[in-house]
């Protein structure tokens, strides 16, 4: 995330989703911490009725350790 990762140093930070599906490991889905940034989703997960739930387990790990 961040500059390290080769993001913009005034930019909002910038997630990657990977998944093993059983295709092998590769990017899900890609989105911005901001309020009204769209997640870019790929290939067969694009509407898929898991996304919500897996943005909100991304979320999670992305905010750190504790109770969620």
């Keep these: 995330m961040g ?3 080769g993001g913009h140093p005034l ?4 997630y990657r989703i990977d998944c093993n599906d059983g295709a092998g490991p ?3 889905c890609r ?18 009725e ?3 739930w897996i ?7 992305a905010s750190g350790p504790g109770p969620h």
């Design 3 to 5: 500059i390290e990762s």
């Design 11 to 14: 930019g909002p930070p910038e």
């Design 26 to 28: 590769r990017e899900i």
């Design 31 to 48: 989105y911005f911490d901001e309020p009204e940034a769209v997640p870019e989703w790929f290939g067969a997960w694009r509407n898929d």
């Design 50 to 52: 898991w996304c919500p």
């Design 55 to 61: 943005l909100d387990q991304a979320g999670a790990l």
